[in-house]
């Protein structure tokens, strides 16, 4: 967006004293600046009140979880192996 420069800002300048007359000019400076004062104190007045409500709100903390692992299997029981021929050993249970 285009800002205004010095040309336009005489143009609309002359413009509004042509539409207000010199002797409303001042009266109507008085009122735009009233107005804008009042604006800035409501704007100043919300951001107060939001920053006193804000230490009111419990905040929450991130944490940072680890991450979840598998548990490790049971060790497999060794298979047991059939008796060799000819071996005469009892099997051990």
């Known amino acids: ?3 205004i420069g010095w040309q336009e800002l ?3 300048l002359v413009i509004i004293l042509v539409i207000f007359g010199p002797k409303r000019l001042p009266e109507v400076g008085r009122s735009l600046g009233r107005g804008i004062r009042e604006f800035k104190k409501s704007t ?3 951001q107060e009140q939001l920053t006193k409500e ?3 709100t419990p905040t929450v903390e991130k944490t940072v979880a680890e991450p979840k ?3 490790e299997p049971a060790a497999a029981p060794e298979p ?3 008796p060799e021929a000819g ?3 009892p ?3």
């Open 1 to 3: 967006m285009p800002s």
């Open 10 to 12: 005489i143009i609309v």
């Open 44 to 46: 100043t007045e919300i």
């Open 54 to 56: 804000e230490p009111a």
């Open 69 to 71: 692992t598998a548990p």
């Open 80 to 82: 047991k192996s059939a």
């Open 87 to 89: 071996s005469t050993e």
């Open 91 to 93: 099997k051990a249970s």
